[in-house]
């Protein structure tokens, strides 16, 4: 079990390394982790017997049991990828065909003009401020958190 940990963490420190975000780095090595538990892997060197049908068995599975969206199945695809390419430095020569989920990706729902002049009356302070930002800007939440707004009171 310390090997799987110890795989991540190599993963993990190779993203840092190449200024990976740390959203991604975080997905991808959760989708790696989900890779080996599910073929069971116990050693390093299981991660290099037939990597391209255990990748296709893998996908198929996300799409056929899992029932995840394609976009779900791409990330999954792409943290993959990553592991043998770029980590392993391991080309994935044989074709992998799995099962292409299905599933649509659904629709953001967006409140209308009068929903959100009901919701606007009832902040104040901090939250006042960030909800009219997105509203007015179309940024998102981590986006409006982020922000650095410098005031200059004279």
């Not at 037939?50 to 969206?69: M, Q, R, T, Y």
Request: net charge positive; with cysteine.
């Amino acid at each position: 079990m310390t090997k799987k940990k110890k795989i991540i963490d190599e993963v993990s420190e190779f993203m840092r390394m190449l200024h990976y975000s740390i959203h991604t780095e975080r997905l991808y090595c959760d989708w790696i982790r989900k890779f080996i538990l599910f073929h069971q892997m116990t050693s390093k060197d299981d991660l290099f017997v037939e990597p391209e049908k255990k990748i296709e068995k893998f996908l198929s599975h996300l799409a056929n049991d899992k029932n995840v969206a394609k976009s779900t199945q791409n990330q999954a695809m792409n943290a993959l990828v990553f592991l043998y390419r770029k980590f392993f430095r391991m080309p994935l020569d044989g074709k992998i065909d799995a099962v292409r989920s299905r599933k649509k990706i659904a629709i953001p729902v967006v409140l209308t003009s009068g929903e959100v002049a009901k919701i606007l009356p009832n902040l104040k302070g901090y939250p006042e401020l960030a909800v009219k930002i997105m509203y007015g800007s179309g940024l998102r939440v981590m986006e409006t958190v982020r922000l650095r707004v410098l005031l200059r009171c004279k």
